[in-house]
């Protein structure tokens, strides 16, 4: 019997099992299907290793790089080219994306490359909104979305951060709690009297450099090394082994009965659950033998806003734009990720489509060297625990690595509480 029986064993699981492992805890670890990481992993095309998730980490509050250091990762973080994302709007050609924003949201929503996006009418208005609403307006709304329609329009909202948060989060603003993806937000706005204003206060106080980072050799390698911690420190790790039913104090698999304190790091586990219908997201990768990228004509890759003239990926990264030592490591060949909310059966010629129209450049057939299609669910569950069982996750701690391994680990120090009383 072990002091605590994990169950899942995606990037929260392998958080809080190591620290309690740490603190020397006997850990469990339950993994339904053969592979340890959930979201992230890697995956090989055009004979390059590559993420076939998660490719960078938000850098706010320092959560994600201290474990990467204490990994034994610190050297390898890496910053993306500073040069930034492109913009798809809803009709028209893409334009770098506005540079005074948070998560799509303007810092001065008169702006000429804001205008740019949204139009002078849309622009005007969402000034008048924000400028005259008093500071509590939208101040208590739960979600992202809500906050910025009420400030600034729908006109924002959809066409400059939806595709900002659906490239980043993979979801709806409509669906994202404001607190979680923008902490300090709410108050900044209080404070400021308005949302734009709240914007620019934000971006002027917050450290250099950028918002992401990325770990040399593919963000996989976090996974690697907790894996690595945890067979080093003694768990019980069990792969291709299915939870069928979790209560307080025990989890039932399909051989036997195990006792402890249980946490569950996987959606839809618990019968409290709340479900709704999952989300799907597709992520195309094209290896490509195009010289004419070598100039990066869009940036980083490009943001796609909802209803984009021919055009069906929600987001695309020029990789070996985005990071030099993937440059570096796939030589002459460049390396396209397009992300879709839907997976049609003829995605490697509708991938080739998108990328040359969102990159503006011509893209044949012949250029393509490879192609690979990954496919995972989103959790779109509400979970509610229990007395006595821990949950964690992106199902309660919302979408992200710097709020996943955050949640994990203060919940870690809880379970250990727990333990010893």
Not at 84 to 98: D, E, H, Q, S, Y
Not at 135 to 148: D, F, I, N, P, Q
């Amino acid at each position: 019997m072990s002091d605590v029986v994990v169950v899942g064993g995606g990037i929260a699981g392998l958080v809080i099992a190591r620290r309690l492992l740490i603190e020397g805890r006997s850990v469990t670890i339950l993994e339904a299907s053969g592979r340890l990481g959930g979201s992230i992993g890697r995956h090989s095309v055009g004979g390059i290793s590559l993420d076939s998730g998660a490719e960078s980490f938000a850098t706010r509050g320092g959560t994600v790089a201290a474990l990467v250091r204490d990994l034994g990762l610190g050297d390898e973080i890496v910053q993306p080219n500073p040069a930034g994302a492109w913009l798809m709007p809803t009709t028209g050609r893409a334009v770098p994306l506005p540079a005074t924003s948070l998560l799509g949201i303007p810092g001065s929503p008169v702006a000429a490359d804001v205008i740019n996006v949204i139009g002078t009418s849309a622009a005007l208005r969402a000034f008048a909104m924000d400028a005259l609403l008093p500071g509590t307006v939208g101040a208590k709304g739960a979600s992202l979305g809500e906050l910025v329609r009420r400030r600034m329009g729908d006109a924002v909202l959809e066409q400059l951060v939806s595709p900002v948060v659906h490239g980043v989060h993979s979801a709806s603003p409509d669906d994202l709690d404001l607190d979680r993806v923008a902490p300090h937000l709410r108050a900044s706005l209080r404070r400021e009297g308005s949302l734009a204003r709240a914007v620019r206060s934000m971006r002027a106080s917050a450290p250099a450099g950028t918002a992401v980072a990325g770990i040399r050799g593919g963000l996989v390698r976090i996974v690697d090394e907790l894996v690595a911690d945890l067979e080093r420190f003694g768990a019980d790790i069990r792969p291709d082994t299915r939870a069928l039913s979790v209560t307080v104090g025990s989890v039932t698999t399909a051989e036997e009965v195990l006792g402890g304190h249980v946490v569950v790091a996987a959606p839809g586990v618990l019968e409290t659950a709340s479900r709704l219908p999952t989300r799907t997201v597709t992520l195309a990768t094209l290896v490509l033998d195009a010289p004419q990228l070598d100039a990066a004509p869009r940036g980083t890759g490009v943001l796609v806003a909802q209803g984009a003239v021919g055009v069906r990926a929600r987001a695309l990264t020029h990789a070996t734009a985005k990071w030099a030592w993937l440059a570096e490591r796939s030589g002459d060949k460049h390396i396209v990720r397009l992300s879709y909310a839907d997976d049609p059966a003829d995605l490697p010629e509708i991938a080739r489509a998108d990328a040359a129209a969102l990159l503006g450049v011509t893209i044949e057939p012949g250029a393509v060297v490879d192609f690979a299609r990954v496919q995972w669910s989103r959790p779109n569950v509400t979970e509610v625990a229990p007395p006595g069982v821990t949950v964690v996750g992106e199902t309660v701690a919302g979408t992200g690595l710097a709020n996943i391994i955050g949640h994990s680990q203060t919940q870690a120090e809880s379970v250990l509480v727990q333990l010893a009383g």
